[in-house]
């Protein structure tokens, strides 16, 4: 059974640092882009990053809103995802969730989110 | 960057009717489309992918159709548990898009 539990959220203060983290598990983690994807509070999903597969280098893409302040990482040894996440700003208060990238490239399965705070 | 528009952003129906929603996208992408289903406080759920493919496990009432720029989710007999925010998504270029959501209530 696939699956895929984040970890590491909470309340930070603007220009604040973070790190969360996706423990997964019952697929072979390396074999497989991961996606990290976001939803502020109220609002709808956005797509903020991608770790592509050992295949492809493990290679990654951001978008344009968190580009430079946040990091897509994974450990192949635990099957971990990471978003490493600095200078965070207020906009960036969300439910983080990542995310399996199917071999057709869609989002298959979904970890259950953490919420993460940005506020003073 | 592809903009994904949708249409309606809410609609509430009856069990048993069918229900018809709206995708755009700003560019052509081919038939790179998926459909999401999001249930209150829960986690986003693959329902079609490759604009028309049905994902393993989900009801057949479901289905998509379109390529190009127009893509259309429709569930033949609304139940009771479609009610939900559903979302597109493209995957034909990056950054990767969502539309803004569609949100189904039951009357």
């Known amino acids: 059974e696939v699956q895929l539990v984040e970890s590491g959220g909470g309340l930070v203060q603007p220009e604040g640092s973070l790190r969360l983290s996706c423990s997964t598990s019952g697929f072979t983690f390396s074999d497989h882009y991961m996606d990290w994807v976001r939803q502020a509070p109220g609002k709808g999903l956005e797509w903020i990053g991608r770790s592509r597969n050992m295949a492809n280098s493990y290679t990654t893409e951001y978008a344009a809103s968190v580009k430079g302040r946040f990091t897509v990482s994974r450990d192949e040894s635990t099957n971990s995802l990471y978003l490493q996440m600095d200078s965070l700003k207020t906009e960036d208060t969300a439910v983080y969730y990542c995310?399996?990238?199917?071999?057709?490239?869609?989002?298959?399965?979904w970890g259950q989110g953490t919420l993460v705070t940005v506020s003073s | 960057d592809i903009q994904l528009t949708q249409s309606p952003s809410f609609l509430s129906a009856s069990v048993g009717d069918r229900v018809t929603i709206t995708c755009r996208a700003s560019q052509g992408i081919s038939s790179y489309l998926a459909w999401y289903q999001q249930k209150p406080g829960k986690a986003p759920k693959l329902l079609i992918y490759v604009a028309s493919t049905l994902q393993s496990g989900v009801p057949s009432r479901f289905s998509g159709s379109g390529s190009g720029t127009e893509f259309t989710l429709t569930i033949s007999s609304l139940q009771p548990e479609d009610l939900a925010t559903y979302y597109c998504q493209q995957v034909n270029s990056y950054p990767l898009t969502f539309g803004p959501g569609t949100k189904v209530d039951i009357k």
């Open positions: 995310s399996r990238v199917s071999r057709s490239c869609y989002n298959d399965f």
